[in-house]
T-cell receptor, first 113, second 112 residues
């Protein structure tokens, strides 16, 4: 099945710890995105990547880092500099054929211990 | 900056009734809009889209209406079912590059 897979589904972070959220897609999509979703709010863009080895900051990039070494993978690291990391994190991808329609993973819920 | 916004954060309807979810946008140059549905604990899923050369587009039990004059669009769900319970987002991908602006979402509750 083609799709976008996020792992883990739940993640707990200790104070001062960096954690990495995984996002993998087999849709052959060029563009990938990371969003943060807080309760009752819309999606806020953290980082996006249009092509391998290139990525841009979104609206709330502080305290986060990403890499795009492979087309299929776009991991997000939540660093210790992110003081309020508790949220639902969503990864999405977008292809050239259906430009602008994003396909989302099932999300990772991050909590602080 | 550009924005999209929904009029009501929650909407409660009786099963079998029609639902109408509204959205306003600010970018007059926007020519394409998307509605997503997000079920609890899941990622959003594409429902339907509409281009600005259309006033109305119909899908299976869903209809999107676009009023460019007042920069407003709505999602109508016919014969609402319990499985329609979710958060619905309107999205404006017309911000340039690869960035999409999402509204805050309307949570639809369906009463049996």
């Amino acid at each position: 099945d083609g799709g976008i897979t996020q792992s883990p589904k739940y993640l707990f972070r200790k104070e001062g710890q960096n954690v990495t959220l995984s996002c993998e897609q087999n849709l052959n999509h060029d563009a990938m995105y990371w969003y943060r979703q807080d309760p009752g709010q819309g999606l806020r863009l953290i980082y996006y990547s249009q092509i391998v080895n290139d990525f841009q900051k979104g609206d709330i990039a502080e305290g986060y880092s990403v890499s795009r070494e492979k087309k299929e993978s776009f991991p997000l690291t939540v660093t210790s500099a992110q003081k309020n990391p508790t949220a639902f994190y969503l990864c999405a991808s977008e292809g050239r054929q259906l430009r602008n329609i994003q396909y989302f993973g099932a999300g990772t819920r991050l909590s602080v211990l | 900056g550009e924005s999209v916004g929904l009029h009501l954060p929650t909407l409660s309807v009786q099963e079998g009734d029609n639902s109408i979810i509204n959205c306003a946008y600010s970018n007059s140059a926007s020519d394409y809009f998307i509605w997503y549905k997000q079920e609890s604990g899941k990622g959003p899923q594409f429902i339907i889209d509409i281009r600005s050369n259309m006033d109305k587009r119909q899908g299976q039990r869903v209809t999107v209406l676009l009023n460019k004059t007042v920069k407003h669009l709505s999602l109508q769900i016919a014969a609402t079912q319990p499985g329609d319970s979710a958060v619905y987002f309107c999205a404006d991908p017309n911000t340039g590059g690869f960035k999409t602006i999402f509204g805050a979402g309307t949570r639809l509750f369906v009463k049996a």
